[in-house]
Antibody, heavy 122, light 108 residues
Framework: QVQLQESGPGLVKPSQTLSLTCAVS??????????WSWIRQPAGKGLEWIGH???????DYNPSLTSRVTMALDTSRNQFSLRLTSVTAADTAVYFC??????????????WGQGTLVTVSS | SYDLTQPPSVSVSPGQTARITCSGD??????IYWYQQKSGQAPVLVIY???KRPSGIPERFSGSRSGTMATLTISGAHLEDEAVYHC???????????FGGGTQLTVL
């Protein structure tokens, strides 16, 4: 059974870079027709898709964040990562990693991490 | 940016039918997915491809769509169905992947 676990600093200073990792267990990040995704949720608000990586390492990002976001696959450690630069208080949120299963014309998040709270504050 | 619009809240009594709507201009062209998120937990998929139910999801959950609106229906709501429900739409390329604002379902 595939499981995901986020890790990273819970506090980031404004203008600095947020870095998170999602460890994958019970399966390989480099096999299958999956996207490996990041989603965030500010307190009391809705979900926001940040972006995703295919098993080849190619990435798509939310157009509203693309200038600040980088995602990468680390097949040797079976994990994937998120970097978000120049953070502000508006980036304070719970960050989830998730596996997205796709077939022609259909994609859905079937496995989620538990989420990790990142606060941007000096 | 593209928007999916949901009502902020819906309330029903136990055993009643709850209906949560999701509207958006791209609905006729793309599948809608529904996620249930209980307090302090990660979301769980309850409906995919407009109306299909993943294994393990109770039969009281159903989905439908008409034109630019999709509806999640919970027939005979249980107390444990109290949660925030999010609709989601994607074209899988990344150019269009968006969640609705979420609807808080209260069962009391």
């Amino acid at each position: 059974q595939v499981q995901l676990q986020e890790s990273g600093p819970g506090l980031v200073k404004p203008s600095q870079t947020l870095s998170l990792t999602c460890a994958v267990s019970g399966g390989s990040v480099s096999s299958g027709s999956y996207y490996w995704s990041w989603i965030r949720q500010p307190a009391g608000k809705g979900l926001e898709w940040i972006g995703h990586l295919f098993t080849t390492g190619s990435a798509d990002y939310n157009p509203s964040l693309t200038s600040r976001v980088t995602m990468a696959l680390d097949t040797s450690r079976n994990q994937f990562s998120l970097r978000l630069t120049s953070v502000t208080a508006a980036d304070t949120a719970v960050y989830f990693c998730a596996r997205e299963t796709c077939s022609p014309n259909s994609c859905y998040f079937d496995i989620w991490g538990q989420g990790t709270l990142v606060t941007v504050s000096s | 940016s593209y928007d999916l619009t949901q009502p902020p809240s819906v309330s029903v009594s136990p055993g009643q039918t709850a209906r949560i709507t999701c509207s958006g201009d791209a609905l006729p062209k793309k599948y809608i997915y529904w996620y249930q998120q209980k307090s302090g937990q990660a979301p769980v998929l309850v409906i995919y491809e407009d109306s299909k139910r993943p294994s393990g999801i109770p039969e009281r959950f159903s989905g439908s769509r008409s034109g630019t609106m999709a509806t999640l229906t919970i027939s005979g709501a249980h107390l444990e169905d109290e949660a925030v429900y999010h609709c989601y739409l994607t074209d899988s390329s990344g150019s269009l992947s968006v969640f609705g604002g979420g609807t808080q379902l209260t069962v009391l």
